[in-house]
């Protein structure tokens, strides 16, 4: 009866297969694998003999200034996650699990940190929450002490846990929304309620969701360049590798070094977040089960809810509130709000940045693109094929991850600066295209995530209906598989895309002229000096915008193929 | 076990409705369930049985109307101070909890003594055969060991009612019918009223004391499962409760006695004090017998098609343009009418029932 019980016909006769594992191995084979290794064996190399050494290690740590970065790095990067759960966690669960008018919204709003590199949005932190910023003159006005915020760490936590806090969001989001209804309703039968039904039922259901996204926090975190840099925070380990090879020189292994422990300490947190989510898939919706239990909230809760709410949103906004004023403001400084108003930043940022924005939307969409046919293609032979080794792709695809932008940059200089472009004979290094690459390599792990769920979500029976009706598998794929997937996929795309535009750790690195530079690096320029500050907002804003709208839709696409989806099942499922 | 024993309690359901948005999904519902009772709630997709279930369990959107139980109303009350318990389709265990912690989880919420948890986790494993499961986690366990868990977790707390939905329906066939007559066993040993929710007339027939056969919100009929099955209430019921032969027809006056009558040829007599007018005539396929042509007298007909079911031949028989079922036993190389065979029906009027829809 099962169709377990027929084999299935294992397709070594087909080579299509193996020809696009091979090709995606050979791609991230040259822009990943070895890129990382070359890293790693300059670490372990005398700089002068090339032989093997542990002297640099040694030199490492025997330094004052790099054990203190070390701390402050571990530091900085555990406290982001203990606030980042602050945020998302009320946001979560109020969202998913009551009926709550603006929920779209809610969640659309709170995506908005994410689309605004974290830098920009420190300048506009430093003029709201400063030593000498809006809310701390009111406070020294109003109750005589003011609050550090920004000060030294407590500003990169602070802005770091506000930019990286939707990880959380996501992850717990869609955790909390694959709890079968029945789960919580089995709890309330024997008694239990409320914040107790939270704690025991609901939350440990969620954990792996909340594990993965606080571990991608902490990694983020701990790779991240473009905020300690802007913050002027230099004793944390990215901008010592920054620094250093900027400074003195891409031969300098001190850089490598510190590449070494990034990737370490990346390795050890997504360990940590494999061993969490071990034999632990608590997806419960299942036959028989009742989907999500969402209630309505009492007026007095709900007033509660809108209170906690806002109040987040009102925190993580704060930001793009402060850019917005900024781009809008003449002068601002030692005030509570811009002197004046203006909109003639917005006319520099037209005439002296169009090439930083079109080069973003070429970068970023080229990478974008490059990841969903990456990821559907991986996801494809992961999951549908008997390529041997299969595993391994998706392995390596992911430890993408693992990999901080600071050591992928440092990586490509040292590789691609021997390699000439034909006909150019430009170094390789130098090239834009090497930007879009290493953007597509550091985005693929989310766009193979999303093209995965997509998947996952198209039955293998549909594939075979088609195949058994005469489609061959290339067909296949584009006729029933692709298209199914297809609200996945813009998923995949938008994450990409919008990741992409605003990320700077490895572009900074790679960008070697300033035509070639993408709107991350522009905005970095401008946030340098005082006068472009404003020209720089208008642009920060504009991007802002922008991606904001493309996730906005992306959104309503998902939703509206989970919506088709539910209803089939109904129509076909027990509705009594 | 005498612990897990509680006074059996009576259920009430005075005139329920309830709509999800604009669907009206129940409409006034009225049922009495008797203390002790196993009842079913039997119905196609639909009818509004599980929502009813929930109802009872304070899920889904409040009723209009009233739920009693021992004459105290329900309706409006949170879930978790009810005591009623359920038994989920899904069997709804929390992966992240041993099989153990499962059956615990409604004691501790209850503040029951610590010491006390233990030994009242292990009786109710023991009761439903799962005492050596307890430090396993479901996902390690089977259909069937899940629901045996799911069951011993709702027990445990001595709920006032026990309610099933579909309990049996994620189990494969054998295990069904095993399945079932330890469930029967379990709620006499409890004596605990307990509401069994099924499409599956068979799992309803089988170990339930009373059922309420229910379409479109409503209830249609409620009896002994044999009761209902000899007179059901409307074509419906007919239908849905085996295979039934529905004739429309007419009632009338004629030779000196009230008569149903269908076609030309069929006449069957009906009490007297029936009224005349349209009605329709319900005839169980096992209660026409079958008879080669030669020996006249009954209704002639002519064999449409036969199927083969085991213990008995299903005969498609024409009479006069209409089609009627007819069973008929099979014995060991007995003969099997072929199809354009002409045969004789004979119908006791004592097995018809006269509906009106």
Known sequence: ?576 | MTTMQTSPVQIDIENLSLSFGNTEVLKGVNLAIRPGEFFAFLGPSGSGKSTLLRAIAGFGPTPKGQIKLDGQDIVGSVPWQRNVGMVFQSYALWPHMTVAKNVAFGLEERKVPASEIGPKVRAALELVGMGDYAERFPSQLSGGQQQRVALARTIVVEPRVLLLDEPLSNLDANLRVQMRQDLLKLQRRLGITTIFVTHDQEEANTICDRIAVMADGVVQQIGRPDEVYDNPANSFVAKFLGTANILQGVVAQADGGMHFECGDSLRIPVAADEKPGKAQLVVRPESIELEAAATSGGLAGKVDSAEFLGGMVRYAVDVSGQQLLVDERHTRGKKRMDKGEIVSLKLDPEQAVLIRD
């Open chain 1, 1 to 576: 009866m099962s169709s377990a019980a027929i084999a299935r016909p294992v397709r070594f006769s087909s080579l299509g297969p193996y020809m696009v594992a091979g090709i995606v191995v050979l791609f991230l084979g040259a822009f990943l694998l070895v890129p990382v290794l070359k890293v790693i064996q300059v670490a372990f190399q005398d700089p002068s003999s090339g032989s093997f050494t542990m002297v640099n290690f040694q030199d490492f740590f025997n330094s004052s200034l790099f054990r203190q970065s070390f701390f402050n790095s571990v530091y900085v990067s555990g406290m982001s996650v203990v606030f980042a759960s602050a945020f998302a966690l009320p946001l979560a669960y109020f969202t998913t699990r009551f009926n709550f008018s603006g929920s779209v919204i809610i969640q659309t709003l709170a995506f908005v940190p994410l689309i605004m590199p974290p830098f920009i949005g420190a300048v506009a932190m430093q003029l709201l929450f400063g030593s000498n910023g809006s809310v701390n003159l009111l406070m020294r006005d109003w109750f005589g002490f003011d609050i550090p915020f920004m000060e030294g760490l407590n500003g990169v936590i602070f802005v770091q846990s506000i930019h990286y806090f939707p990880f959380i969001l996501i992850n717990l989001s869609a955790s909390l929304q694959n709890i079968d209804r029945s789960m919580e309703e089995a709890g309330q039968m024997l008694g239990s309620s409320g914040f107790r039904l939270f704690r025991r039922i609901v939350f440990p259901l969620a954990m792996p969701g909340y594990i993965a996204g606080a571990s991608l926090v902490f990694v983020k975190v701990f790779d991240d360049l473009g905020t300690p840099l802007l913050l002027n925070v230099n004793t944390m380990l990215a901008p010592q590798a920054y620094l250093r090879i900027s400074s003195i020189g891409i031969s300098d292994p001190m850089g490598y070094v510190i590449s070494c422990i990034l990737i370490v300490f990346s390795v050890f947190a997504m360990w940590v977040a494999f061993l969490g989510m071990r034999g632990k898939d608590y997806s419960t919706t299942q036959k028989g089960g009742g989907g999500l239990s969402k209630r309505d909230l009492r007026s007095h809760e709900a007033i509660l809810c809108y209170v906690v709410i806002f109040s987040i949103l009102g925190i993580v906004l704060a930001p793009h509130l402060g850019l917005l004023l900024l781009s809008f403001g003449s002068v601002w400084s030692f005030s509570v709000l811009p002197d004046s108003f203006t909109t003639s930043h917005y006319g520099t940022a037209f005439t002296s940045a169009w090439t930083f924005i079109k080069n973003t939307l070429i970068y970023a969409g080229l990478a974008g693109v490059i990841d969903i046919v990456l990821g559907t293609a991986i996801a494809y032979v992961v999951m549908r094929t008997n390529v041997i080794g299969r595993k391994w792709l998706d392995y390596l695809a992911v430890s993408a991850l693992a990999v901080p932008g600071v050591v992928l940059g440092i990586g490509y200089l040292r590789v691609f600066y021997g390699v000439n472009m034909p006909f150019t004979d430009q170094p390789m290094a130098t090239w834009w295209g090497i930007i879009v690459i290493a953007l597509a390599v550091r985005r693929l792990p989310y766009a193979l995530r999303s093209c995965t769920a997509a998947l996952q979500q198209v039955s293998p029976s549909l594939e075979e209906a088609s195949e058994n009706l005469g489609a061959s598998k290339f067909r296949t794929v584009r006729r029933i598989v692709v298209p199914l997937m297809a609200s996945g996929l813009v998923a995949g795309f938008v994450t990409s895309f919008s990741t992409a535009a605003v990320e700077l750790s490895a572009t900074i690195m790679l960008v070697s002229t300033e035509n070639d530079a993408p709107l991350a690096y522009g905005l970095y320029l401008f946030m340098q000096s005082a006068a472009g500050r404003g020209p720089g907002a208008a642009l920060g804003v504009m991007a802002v915008i922008i991606v904001g709208l493309a996730t906005y839709l992306s959104h309503r696409m998902v939703d509206r193929a989970r919506q088709q989806r539910s209803s089939m099942e109904q129509a076909t499922g027990d509705v009594a």
